[in-house]
């Protein structure tokens, strides 16, 4: 089974869930982690494993590559080859993990939808 979970600076996770409800009824395979300034990194490392089991497969999904969670994220999936890490979490991404079903080949699954999601960040000149 597909296991997303949000690791993102404080409430930005809960607020990428709220919204995901417009485009897709079931978000129960969907869980958020909020990371603030409070926070101890084996804490929020803590958290994160406890939602991790050997079954599923966890794509963890981060705002900043070069954020704390992120960091303790990539750690966390060490040694654990059914979770995969992916920074630069956009809407677009979120809507295609969330509704694109796995498949066999990960690396190709992930680069796909990442390549969709970078290319619908635009600029427009007026």
């Given at each position: 089974?597909?296991?997303?979970?949000?690791?993102?600076?404080?409430?930005l996770?809960?607020?990428?869930?709220?919204?995901?409800?417009?485009?897709?009824?079931?978000?129960?395979?969907i869980?958020?982690?909020?990371?603030?300034?409070?926070?101890?990194?084996?804490?929020?490392?803590?958290?994160?494993?406890?939602?991790?089991?050997?079954?599923?497969?966890?794509?963890?999904?981060?705002?900043?590559?070069?954020?704390?969670?992120?960091?303790?994220?990539?750690?966390?999936?060490?040694?654990?080859?059914?979770?995969?890490?992916?920074?630069?979490?956009?809407?677009?991404?979120?809507?295609?993990?969330?509704?694109?079903?796995?498949?066999?080949?990960?690396?190709?699954?992930?680069?796909?939808?990442?390549?969709?999601?970078?290319?619908?960040?635009?600029?427009?000149?007026?």
């Amino acid at each position: 089974m597909k296991r997303l979970i949000l690791i993102t600076h404080d409430t930005l996770a809960d607020a990428y869930l709220e919204t995901l409800h417009n485009f897709i009824a079931d978000t129960s395979f969907i869980r958020c982690i909020g990371v603030d300034a409070r926070a101890s990194l084996e804490a929020v490392q803590k958290k994160l494993l406890e939602e991790w089991n050997e079954n599923d497969t966890f794509l963890v999904l981060s705002e900043l590559s070069i954020a704390s969670s992120t960091k303790v994220a990539v750690n966390a999936a060490k040694g654990r080859p059914n979770m995969y890490v992916i920074s630069g979490l956009n809407m677009l991404m979120l809507i295609q993990f969330a509704l694109q079903p796995l498949e066999a080949d990960m690396e190709a699954y992930i680069k796909r939808i990442t390549a969709d999601a970078q290319a619908d960040i635009r600029y427009w000149k007026q």
